[in-house]
């Protein structure tokens, strides 16, 4: 098939302004798509305060409401799963909000067109493309993420609905290799079969031109750093399942045999002010909060070493293959990452990072002592990395893979 196609893309998280990370991926690969000759239209749950159409670069959104008054609408803005601990009120929206994303999902298929549904997360987006696509016959890409594949497992009937996903999908796409094994668990024989037909491991994906021609030497210096600075970044969202209480308690040890050893923590969450509070205790700790992607560039680019420390939390959620070690490998750092969810599809020990057991606050320690002494080794991480990020996970690379699945699928060839 040539030409552009028409897709709806279906999620519960997508960034309501340029400093926002939720669901950033999200928008970063309908944008590769429409660059691809596209016609991408965003369909995603309203947040308090924001348009109900709008537009982010050249993407159309459309959010809808799924409670009233919209001002309590407390499901938005980043994971779903997380807000229900506790929260009574986003327990009882939830099937509001399905029944809001399967009405504006339908009547927005018929009104554009569409051609190809593509929905993100298993729950509920992925159900809702399901019954979308069996009830008006368009074909439907279901991209499994690890909170969608989490929250599957934890729902009763959680064999039928995923049944019933992979029979009203043409194709499936996980993150990593780890989400589709866990995915492909959970399914009767029979069903499991099918699903492999249709599977296909496809990660987000990364901008190598973010960081092309920048000095990072230019960008330590115009941060203030000396030479003999060790910068250790972390990026994401302050919660749980990051694990970065880890790296406070690691890098708090370090810090006491590294004077010059600086962290900086890049997002915002719920452990925001718990963590604030434990770092005044005399390290060297800086809170960025959410940053504009040109000022996350800088970041990355003045970094020594890039952390990612992640976990299984309580409820047993873990990352499909976090965005931020894509990030770090194509700026060329050196990563220590735990050996959770998808992380192992991209960091190799000892070859693009180093990949170590999660709950380690002492390896950490140990990782960042290494790469701070072994500069040649540091170095040959950094370079290692920064090429399978350029050969794998740049998005010229994964929007034409996920392109050519839609064409196919649009084409009546299943996956």
């Given at each position: 098939?040539?030409?552009?196609?028409?897709?709806?893309?279906?999620?519960?998280?997508?960034?309501?302004?340029?400093?926002?990370?939720?669901?950033?991926?999200?928008?970063?690969?309908?944008?590769?798509?429409?660059?691809?000759?596209?016609?991408?239209?965003?369909?995603?749950?309203?947040?308090?305060?924001?348009?109900?159409?709008?537009?982010?670069?050249?993407?159309?959104?459309?959010?809808?409401?799924?409670?009233?008054?919209?001002?309590?609408?407390?499901?938005?803005?980043?994971?779903?799963?997380?807000?229900l601990s506790g929260n009574l009120l986003a327990t009882v929206q939830i099937p509001f909000l399905v029944a809001a994303s399967f009405i504006s999902s339908l009547r927005l298929t018929k009104s554009m067109d569409t051609q190809v549904i593509h929905t993100h997360w298993l729950l509920p987006q992925g159900l809702v493309g399901a019954l979308v696509s069996k009830m008006s016959g368009k074909p439907h890409l279901a991209t499994i993420h690890a909170g969608g594949l989490v929250a599957l497992k934890r729902m009763p009937f959680k064999k039928s609905i995923a049944k019933f996903i992979v029979?009203?999908?043409?194709?499936?796409?996980?993150?990593?290799?780890?989400?589709?094994?866990?995915?492909?668990?959970?399914?009767?024989?029979?069903?499991?079969?099918?699903?492999?037909?249709?599977?296909?491991?496809?990660?987000?994906?990364?901008?190598?031109?973010?960081?092309?021609?920048?000095?990072?030497?230019?960008?330590?210096?115009?941060?203030?750093?000396?030479?003999?600075?060790?910068?250790?970044?972390?990026?994401?969202?302050?919660?749980?399942?990051?694990?970065?209480?880890?790296?406070?308690?690691?890098?708090?040890?370090?810090?006491?045999?590294?004077?010059?050893?600086?962290?900086?923590?890049?997002?915002?969450?719920?452990?925001?002010?718990?963590?604030?509070?434990?770092?005044?205790?005399?390290?060297?700790?800086?809170?960025?909060?959410?940053?504009?992607?040109?000022?996350?560039?800088?970041?990355?680019?003045?970094?020594?070493?890039?952390?990612?420390?992640?976990?299984?939390?309580?409820?047993?959620?873990?990352?499909?293959?976090?965005?931020?070690?894509?990030?770090?490998?194509?700026?060329?750092?050196?990563?220590?990452?735990?050996?959770?969810?998808?992380?192992?599809?991209?960091?190799?020990?000892?070859?693009?990072?180093?990949?170590?057991?999660?709950?380690?606050?002492?390896?950490?320690?140990?990782?960042?002592?290494?790469?701070?002494?072994?500069?040649?080794?540091?170095?040959?991480?950094?370079?290692?990395?920064?090429?399978?990020?350029?050969?794998?996970?740049?998005?010229?690379?994964?929007?034409?893979?996920?392109?050519?699945?839609?064409?196919?699928?649009?084409?009546?060839?299943?996956?």
């Open positions: 098939m040539n030409g552009k196609m028409k897709i709806l893309t279906l999620t519960s998280s997508f960034p309501k302004d340029a400093e926002d990370i939720s669901g950033r991926f999200v928008r970063d690969l309908a944008q590769e798509l429409h660059k691809r000759g596209n016609d991408v239209l965003i369909l995603a749950p309203h947040s308090p305060g924001l348009s109900l159409v709008e537009t982010s670069g050249d993407l159309r959104v459309h959010r809808f409401r799924y409670w009233f008054p919209s001002k309590h609408e407390v499901l938005t803005n980043g994971a779903i799963l997380p807000k029979k009203n999908s043409d194709a499936i796409s996980a993150v990593s290799q780890y989400i589709k094994n866990n995915f492909l668990d959970i399914l009767d024989p029979e069903t499991r079969s099918e699903a492999l037909a249709k599977m296909n491991v496809v990660p987000m994906g990364v901008d190598p031109k973010r960081f092309e021609n920048e000095d990072g030497s230019r960008k330590r210096a115009s941060l203030g750093l000396k030479s003999d600075d060790y910068v250790v970044l972390f990026v994401g969202r302050l919660s749980e399942k990051k694990g970065i209480e880890d790296l406070l308690v690691a890098f708090q040890s370090f810090s006491r045999e590294e004077e010059r050893a600086r962290l900086w923590i890049v997002g915002s969450g719920p452990l925001y002010e718990s963590l604030k509070q434990r770092a005044s205790e005399g390290i060297d700790v800086r809170f960025f909060g959410r940053v504009p992607d040109k000022q996350l560039n800088e970041l990355f680019l003045a970094a020594d070493v890039v952390v990612v420390p992640s976990v299984t939390t309580s409820y047993g959620d873990v990352e499909g293959l976090p965005v931020v070690v894509m990030e770090a490998m194509t700026a060329g750092k050196p990563i220590i990452a735990t050996d959770v969810g998808g992380i192992s599809d991209a960091i190799e020990d000892e070859r693009t990072g180093l990949l170590i057991p999660e709950r380690s606050p002492e390896i950490i320690e140990n990782g960042l002592r290494r790469f701070r002494e072994d500069r040649e080794f540091r170095e040959s991480v950094a370079r290692n990395a920064a090429e399978k990020a350029r050969t794998q996970y740049s998005w010229s690379v994964i929007s034409e893979k996920f392109d050519r699945i839609m064409k196919e699928i649009v084409q009546g060839q299943r996956i």
